[in-house]
């Protein structure tokens, strides 16, 4: 009896000095993908009115945000590119889901197209895409939209400049539809684009979209609806022409096998399903296993399990997909496991996960 009192007197106090370490740490640093920038955003806003910790997050794209983390300059990195095993274990990293949305096209042809009405198929925007189809009247565009005339104007490509996770999830897609994709420019988060403009960050391609007439370009949902784009539909693998919303991006990702995918490395695009929205992925988190700093790391940890726990809504209406229930009790098991102190010892226990 006297030992089991001891051993809970120490992990009590154990507890309340990790607490009392957490509750030291007043600025969270992390960098990485522009893909949920906003609903990180918000996220970071509503907590630190709660908490009074302050997250600062560099949208520099989910490349620069994987460096940055593997070079430790960061508590945390963001990638909508999910890393495989075989580099997580070389960095001594953890990956895990945060967020899911969708990347949508976006096209400037003025206001005789609204959003939603124009159509497209994957070989036909991969055919966009890599210069074979340059005129917005072209017989490929036209036969998939007959009840709409489209203008006699060239094609402007808008794509990212740089390393991206957006563009990692957009080749995905354009790889598995597309033949000539597949052998041509491929499947990377940079790939070198047979044609167009590049911009950096959603922002970028956003804003050169909403300056040149004829031009395409893709950018996460929530920057087509905060900037009022004109996205189009897309047929998916069931052969249904569907919006982006947040009921068909969860349709994607309904039936991931997420137990089954080592280091949580899921890819969302082309899933089967007659509501599916084709071009779905998740955004995911990076943190080291052995951190250099541990109080920071909690710290890190807490504001992911508020963000779990208190954030869905928020996300919703910036038009994101939160993480089902089953996949967020799978990562804090992870996190348990995995996140450890120089003792060895977990830096998140399994009966402590604030909400």
């Known amino acids: 009896m006297r030992f089991n009192f001891i051993k809970t007197a120490l992990a009590a106090a154990a507890l309340s000095l990790c607490a009392t370490a957490m509750a030291s740490v007043d600025t969270l ?36 945000g994987i460096k940055q983390i593997e070079a430790g300059t960061v508590d945390f990195g963001a990638s909508d590119a999910p890393l495989e095993k075989k580099e997580l274990d070389q960095y001594g990293l953890l990956q895990f889901p945060m967020v899911m949305g969708g990347v949508v096209p976006v096209v400037n042809l003025g206001d005789a197209i609204k959003p939603g009405q124009l159509r497209l198929d994957g070989a036909t925007l991969a055919n966009i895409y890599a210069g074979n189809i340059t005129r917005w009247n072209d017989p490929a565009i036209a036969a998939l939209n007959p009840d709409i005339t489209l203008p006699d104007q060239d094609i402007t490509v808008v794509h990212r400049s740089d390393g991206s996770g957006t563009t990692w999830i957009f080749t995905s897609y354009l790889t598995k539809v597309s033949d000539v994709w597949a052998k ?33 370009g893709y950018v996460e949902y929530a920057y ?23 009921e068909t991006f969860q349709a994607a990702a309904s039936n991931a096998d997420w137990q089954n ?12 399903g007659d509501n599916s929205w084709p071009i779905t992925g998740a955004s995911f988190i990076l943190m080291y296993q052995q951190p250099k700093n541990p109080e920071v790391a909690q710290a ?28 967020i009790d799978m990562v804090k098991s992870e996190w348990h496991k995995q996140i450890k102190g120089s003792d060895g010892q977990p830096l998140w226990p399994l009966d402590n996960q604030p909400q």
């Open 29 to 64: 640093n992390g960098a990485g993908a522009t893909f949920p920038y906003p609903v990180y955003s918000k996220w970071a806003q509503t907590y630190q009115q709660q908490t009074g910790v302050k997250l600062n997050y560099q949208a520099i794209g989910s490349g620069g």
């Open 261 to 272: 995918a080592p280091g949580f490395y899921m890819v969302l695009t082309d899933q089967p």
């Open 224 to 246: 087509a609806l905060q900037n009022s784009m004109t996205y189009t539909r897309l047929r998916n693998s069931a052969g249904d022409f569907v919006k982006p919303t947040a």
């Open 184 to 216: 041509g420019p491929g499947h990377a988060k940079a790939v070198s684009w047979p044609t167009g403009v590049g911009g950096k960050g959603n922002q970028g391609v956003a804003s050169y979209v909403d300056r040149i007439q004829g031009s395409i």
């Open 300 to 327: 890190a940890l807490k504001f992911f399990a508020w963000a779990y726990g208190n954030g869905d809504d928020m996300a919703r209406d910036l038009d994101y997909v939160p993480m089902p229930s089953s996949v």
